[in-house]
């Protein structure tokens, strides 16, 4: 296993709020990746972080902010959930050779 | 504009039969993953191809990229209840590790 835990595994919520999803590595990657995963549209890359405090933003970024204050951990922020950010979201983590470990998913809920 | 096309979307099969999954892009790339993701997990890879013509096999799943580096075949033989699953292609854009996925082949294999 990669060592790599996501939580919450669920959560369901009401639009309006703010929530944020935790990625925990115990590998020391550098690199850490968010990705939602859609019918129809595979995996998307919201953020990814390069090191502690290095973030840049993915192809669907707009309503999502990330912080990586620490190796291990990268955050995903939604700072007013809507119903189009109901999705299962992704974290992974990479030595940067594009090979990636992903974490088992949260299922978010936006009702 | 999706820059990944994977075909088809869904297949399925009887156990024992073959298949043959395909991914394709306009547009050439240094590398390309095949992972493979059960149902409430995530994705895991399977193999990664670099060189153009390259031929990689993994038990009954032979991996293909193609000459021109656009595209890559999964021929899976004897197709097993085991290899039940969502197959997605990805191409390494070669800035830190981002990739970008095909939406995914679902794949059933009957008993």
């Known amino acids: 296993d990669a060592g790599i835990t996501q939580s919450p595994r669920h959560k369901v919520t009401e639009t309006g709020t703010p929530v944020t999803l935790r990625c925990h590595q115990t590998?020391?990657?550098?690199?850490m990746y968010w990705y939602r995963q859609d019918p129809g549209h595979g995996l998307r890359l919201i953020h990814y972080?390069?090191?502690?405090?290095?973030?840049d933003k993915g192809e669907v970024s707009d309503g999502y902010s990330v912080s990586r204050s620490k190796t291990e951990d990268f955050l995903l922020t939604l700072e007013s959930a809507t119903s189009s950010q109901t999705s299962v979201y992704f974290c992974?983590?990479?030595?940067?050779?594009?090979?990636?470990?992903f974490g088992e998913g949260s299922r978010l809920t936006v009702l | 504009t999706q820059l990944l096309e994977q075909s088809p979307q869904f297949l399925s099969i009887q156990e024992g039969e073959n298949l043959t999954v395909y991914c394709n892009s306009s547009?050439?790339?240094?590398?390309l993953q095949w992972y493979r993701q059960e149902p409430g997990e995530g994705p895991v890879l399977l193999v990664t191809v670099v060189t153009g013509g390259e031929v990689k096999k993994l038990k009954r799943l032979t991996f293909q990229f193609g000459d021109a580096r656009k595209d890559s075949s999964l021929h899976i033989t004897a197709a097993q209840p085991g290899d039940t699953g969502l197959y997605l292609c990805?191409?390494?854009?070669?800035?830190?590790?981002?990739?970008?996925f095909g939406q995914g082949t679902e794949l059933s294999v009957k008993p």
């Open positions: 990805a191409l390494n854009r070669g800035q830190g590790g981002k990739l970008i």
């Open positions: 547009s050439v790339f240094s590398s």
């Open positions: 992974a983590i990479s030595q940067g050779t594009g090979e990636l470990f």
């Open positions: 590998e020391n990657h550098r690199y």
């Open positions: 972080s390069y090191g502690v405090k290095d973030t």
